[in-house]
């Protein structure tokens, strides 16, 4: 557990120090990395070439530098909106074309930047190194794609290919070269001029897709073990990763847009009206009976799990808290020397035992709060999510760490009481958020686990579920942590899509709350006592949170899936200060 931590906050460390290149080299002061993407305003950039594909627990920092050195220098070269209308629908035409434009962005190095150059190598290198040792290179495809790659490669940059595969790569290369040597000198020639470069590169791309069609018509039928070989090569050495930034690894990305109304009226975000906007603890709108039912429930499905709380509370011990200064420890043979054993040192020369040490004791002066969408769409997903919610809480209680768990969604659907006044007063023109919100209290800092835990179980109720805005609960639960003196504060939102008020959308825009949402955690990262992450429920929440994990709660959460939270908590954000 220690080592994960430890692996996390190396991880965080060096996202850090790569957005900081990246924002130098391109002057974009809105990129940032997030769970080891290139993100800007928190949208993942759609960078897809192959090598730039890092793994943090396996890649090496020189490695990881090279991939953020070759994203900014793509970032600063190429016209992204020009690159998406030439980009071909084939798919081998397409990792080509990425690949090689890509390549061409990073042969237009800045001059008198040898440290720059050397770590564009070494990710490459690593790349190449790791295409070769997989035995993605033993293939027909895989050895064509890969020859490809390191021709394009050495022609554009002008360094040489992998010592490690050139005699693997050597007939290949000079069976390709008649075909495809105009196309590589022509690159070369026009690398200054995207447009240019695009039309030979795509048609390389063209020719070697239809090498590879060819030859596959040439196969027999029976060759399904050949076919499956190559169809493995060419995914490993590509990056399909959403091409159209919909699906990465199971997990939808949340869509957003931007709200024309929230743009122009240059008011900023507005409430039409706050008469029935309420905050309400959430068991008081529960019967007792019910109540004693639905925790009966809950803890029959967490029993089930077999779930360690001890150890799930150490973890989050640990993970949160902070080294402080606990006195010195006397004695000791290396250190600070000790004043008052001066005249020892002159009896006993021989005495090593002079010294002092600063001890320091791990103290959790943390506070963990929990916000959790309460619209409809969740009220599927809210057996595993109160499970989840009652562990955490459960374990963070036991650790000695403050925690509570709020939610947030509407006193009705589509706008409610609100609604009607709006409509009475003549409909007045984008009214803002124009709904009753419903703050809901599950447990509060101040009761513990055993005494909120009947509380808790009012997340089952499905019909407090109905609509969400966001923005307002965010800002309303980080006002509740700004309220306790501890030295880091937490916020965690649960959620499974983006903000949604029926009424507020049909009388603005679809994205005014969503836009709303953006600002208020925007705003929340600008002050910095309070660091806001995003827990999606089946969904990417990048788009939103800066720092974000998404979940698949289809089945109930295990040890595993704490594990990954627990560290997520302690280092998915910036310490506050």
Same mark, same amino acid.
């Given at each position: ?119 564009? /190598? ?72 995207? /447009? ?90 529960? /019967? ?290």
């Amino acid at each position: 557990m220690a080592s994960d931590r430890e692996a996390a906050r190396r991880a965080a460390r060096g996202d850090a120090l790569r957005a900081a290149t990246v924002r130098a080299l391109t002057g974009d002061a809105a990129l940032h990395y997030s769970n080891g993407r290139l993100c800007r305003n928190m949208k993942p950039l759609p960078l897809h070439a192959p090598h730039l594909r890092t793994a943090a627990a396996e890649d090496t920092f020189a490695s990881l530098r090279g991939a953020a050195d070759g994203a900014a220098l793509r970032v600063r070269h190429s016209d992204a909106e020009l690159h998406r209308q030439l980009l071909p629908n084939v798919s081998v035409e397409r990792l080509l074309f990425e690949l090689l434009e890509q390549l061409r962005c990073e042969s237009l190095l800045p001059e008198g930047m040898p440290g720059l150059e050397q770590n564009l /190598r070494d990710r490459f290198d690593a790349w190449s190194r790791a295409m070769h040792r997989a035995g993605i290179v033993d293939g027909h495809l895989g050895l064509l794609l890969y020859t490809v790659a390191q021709m394009g490669w050495s022609r554009l940059s002008g360094w040489p290919v992998l010592e490690e595969t050139e005699g693997l790569i050597e007939a290949t290369r000079a069976s390709i070269a008649p075909m495809i040597g105009v196309s590589l000198a022509s690159m070369r020639r026009t690398r200054g001029d995207q /447009r240019a470069f695009a039309q030979h590169a795509l048609e390389l791309a063209r020719q070697i897709s239809a090498m590879i069609d060819a030859e596959r018509a040439a196969r027999l039928p029976d060759e399904v073990e050949d076919k499956q070989e190559d169809e493995a090569a060419r995914n490993a050495c590509s990056l399909f990763l959403d091409f159209e930034d919909g699906v990465e690894e199971g997990i939808t990305l949340a869509h957003t847009g931007e709200s024309r109304v929230l743009r122009a009226l240059g008011q900023g975000y507005r409430v039409f009206t706050t008469r029935y906007d309420r905050e309400t603890y959430a068991a008081t709108l529960v /019967r007792k009976a019910l109540l004693a039912e639905y925790r009966e429930r809950l803890d029959e499905r967490i029993g089930a799990q077999a779930l360690n709380v001890p150890r799930l509370a150490r973890a989050l011990k640990a993970a949160l808290a902070v080294p402080q200064r606990d006195g010195w420890s006397f004695g000791e043979e290396y250190g600070h020397i000790d004043g008052r054993r001066l005249a020892q040192l002159v009896s006993s020369p021989a005495e090593r035992r002079l010294f002092r040490l600063e001890q320091h004791t791990p103290i959790a002066e943390s506070m963990v709060s929990f916000l959790i969408d309460c619209s409809g769409s969740m009220r599927a997903q809210m057996e595993p999510v109160a499970m989840l919610i009652d562990v955490l809480t459960r374990a963070l209680d036991a650790a000695g760490i403050a925690n509570e768990v709020l939610g947030f969604t509407t006193g009705a659907w589509n706008g409610g009481r609100a609604r009607q006044e709006w409509l009475a007063r003549g409909r007045p023109r984008h009214p803002g958020r124009l709904t009753e919100v419903s703050h809901l209290v599950f447990k509060d800092a101040a009761t513990s686990w055993r005494r909120a835990r009947a509380d808790i179980a009012a997340l089952l109720k499905g019909d407090l579920f109905r609509e969400g805005v966001d923005g307002e609960a965010v800002e309303w639960a980080c006002n509740r942590l700004r309220t306790r003196a501890v030295n880091r504060r937490i916020l965690i939102v649960v959620s499974d899509g983006s903000p949604m008020d029926a009424a507020t959308n049909q009388a603005n825009d679809a994205y005014y709350l969503d836009n709303h949402l953006k600002l208020v955690i925007g705003a929340q990262q600008a002050a910095g006592d309070v660091e806001v992450l995003g827990l999606g429920v089946g969904l990417d929440l990048s788009p939103y949170y800066r720092h974000s994990l998404a979940v698949d709660l289809s089945v109930p959460p295990d040890m595993t899936m704490l594990a990954e939270i627990a560290g997520f908590i302690g280092a998915g954000g910036r310490r506050a200060k």
